[in-house]
């Protein structure tokens, strides 16, 4: 979208009380000739918009009897307030204060020295190319199989690096002819680069680009080798068990015929016997440097182990496709990139980028594969429920399955599982 911000996902976490959703169903019920008792209020959540200064809960009201379901906006006076036009406000500030830069690279460069280089991601407008590939229909993904499916899958793949190529070119210019390296993407229309003030300045004038954010560097969202100790923890025979991953492999659903990348900064060990064996094989993205960790192994324990107690959920997938590039977006990019050519289905990042709970290019890019080449990416939450509570990027795309931690008290009822304390 030409528009997109990062002030589209600002939000609190407080839900409405009682005497907001009170406020909520005497509106519909006057606007629309409803009986209070008739309507009942479902989703809410607490808008803050940190630039207008405005802050109010919205609130979808279901008629039961009807089933038709409407929205509403009321702030803390009890007063019914616009949602769409303060968000249309509160994005027009955005845009006056920021213009194209991320808030976070807003901040960085009030307090760069001058002539200071600093790490950018620019997203690009695609100027009317388009990579999406079309969706099947069951019947004709059944007509193609596994092996047709991968055909696809891969000629998509080509014909979105010739589109991004196209789409980078012209920037990739303008960079080089001031003396500066940049990198594209194959599979988004990003470019890479590390540049000064001035030159951002004058990235951020161009049509062509849409948006400007900082570079980071992330890291893992547990550290494995800190949570061991003598009172015992939450095991992976629990965990399977709770997750019904038994049930699903006893009907012969194991995994087999797809490949599952773990992208992360770190590498899955190759010299475990349950990971690195027979069923399948380890691959790494960088072969020369490994930088074999223990989040990274224990993160394909829980997806393909084929331990004979402590098995993953998906033990008989093909091969485990270890990115282990670097803890940044330029470097997840790269896994990515190598884990799609490889022919990976499925995506998972138990890793975090920004942590700011405001949208980056990360969450564009990670919604942006989702979108474009059907793939499942998967993202942990993050571990700040006893912080900030922030969802950690690139956990905010839209189209990323986003999942939080429980406690399930190392058994496999569900009767006493609750969301773990430390989940954002």
């Known amino acids: 979208?030409?528009?997109?911000?990062?002030?589209?996902?600002?939000?609190?976490?407080?839900?409405?009380?009682?005497?907001?959703?009170?406020?909520?169903?005497?509106?519909?019920?006057?606007?629309?000739?409803?009986?209070p008792e008739n309507l009942e209020v479902g989703y809410q959540k607490l808008f803050r918009l940190?630039?207008?200064?405005?802050?109010y809960y919205f609130g979808k009201v279901t008629d039961k009897m009807g089933g038709k379901s409407y929205s509403v906006a009321v702030d803390a006076g009890g007063n019914?307030?616009?949602?769409?036009?303060?968000?249309?406000?509160?994005?027009?500030?955005?845009?006056?204060?920021?213009g194209k830069l991320n808030p976070s690279l807003h901040k960085t460069l009030e307090t760069a020295a001058p002539g200071e280089k600093v790490r950018v991601s620019l997203w690009l407008k695609?100027?009317?190319?388009?990579?999406?590939?079309?969706?099947?229909?069951?019947?004709?993904?059944?007509?193609?199989g596994k092996e047709g499916i991968r055909l696809k899958r891969k000629q998509q793949f080509e014909r979105a690096k010739e589109i991004h190529a196209e789409v980078h070119t012209p920037v990739l210019n303008f960079l080089s002819q001031r003396g500066f390296q940049a990198k594209g993407s194959d599979i988004a229309p990003l470019v890479f680069t590390e540049v000064p003030d001035h030159v951002i300045r004058e990235l951020a004038e161009r049509d062509d680009v849409d948006s400007i954010d900082l570079v980071v560097e992330g890291g893992p969202e547990a550290e494995i080798e800190k949570s061991i100790s003598p009172i015992g923890g939450p095991e992976a025979s629990s965990?399977?068990?709770?997750?019904?991953?038994?049930?699903?492999?006893?009907?012969?659903?194991?995994?087999?015929?797809?490949?599952?990348?773990?992208?992360?900064?770190?590498?899955?060990?190759?010299?475990?016997?349950?990971?690195?064996n027979a069923t399948h094989n380890v691959a790494f993205y960088d072969s020369v440097t490994k930088n074999i960790d223990a989040h990274a192994t224990a993160v394909a324990?829980?997806?393909?182990?084929?331990h004979g107690t402590h098995r993953g959920v998906a033990p008989g997938i093909d091969t485990i496709l270890s990115g282990n590039d670097d803890w940044t977006l330029t470097g997840y990019q790269n896994s990515v990139t190598w884990a799609n050519g490889q022919g990976a289905i499925a995506f998972n990042h138990s890793i975090y980028i920004e942590t700011d709970g405001v949208m980056h290019n990360s969450d564009r890019w990670a919604d942006y594969v989702v979108r474009n080449y059907i793939h499942a990416f998967i993202k942990s939450a993050g571990n700040r429920g006893e912080t900030d509570a922030n969802v950690t990027s690139p956990g905010l795309g839209y189209n990323v399955l986003t999942v939080g931690a429980i406690d399930d008290f190392d058994n496999a009822d569900w009767s006493d599982d609750r969301m773990a304390g430390l989940s954002s």
């Open 80 to 98: 019914v307030v616009d949602h769409e036009a303060l968000q249309a406000g509160e994005k027009a500030a955005y845009k006056a204060k920021y």
């Open 239 to 276: 965990g399977r068990s709770t997750v019904k991953a038994n049930v699903v492999e006893a009907r012969g659903i194991t995994g087999d015929g797809y490949k599952v990348a773990v992208i992360e900064g770190d590498g899955v060990s190759d010299g475990n016997p349950y990971l690195n």
């Open 1 to 35: 979208s030409s528009d997109w911000c990062s002030s589209d996902v600002v939000f609190g976490l407080s839900y409405a009380g009682e005497k907001e959703k009170e406020l909520m169903r005497n509106h519909i019920s006057k606007s629309k000739g409803i009986l």
């Open 301 to 306: 324990g829980f997806i393909a182990s084929t």
């Open 50 to 55: 940190p630039l207008t200064g405005h802050e």
């Open 126 to 144: 695609m100027g009317g190319r388009t990579t999406e590939m079309p969706r099947l229909t069951r019947s004709e993904a059944e007509a193609l």
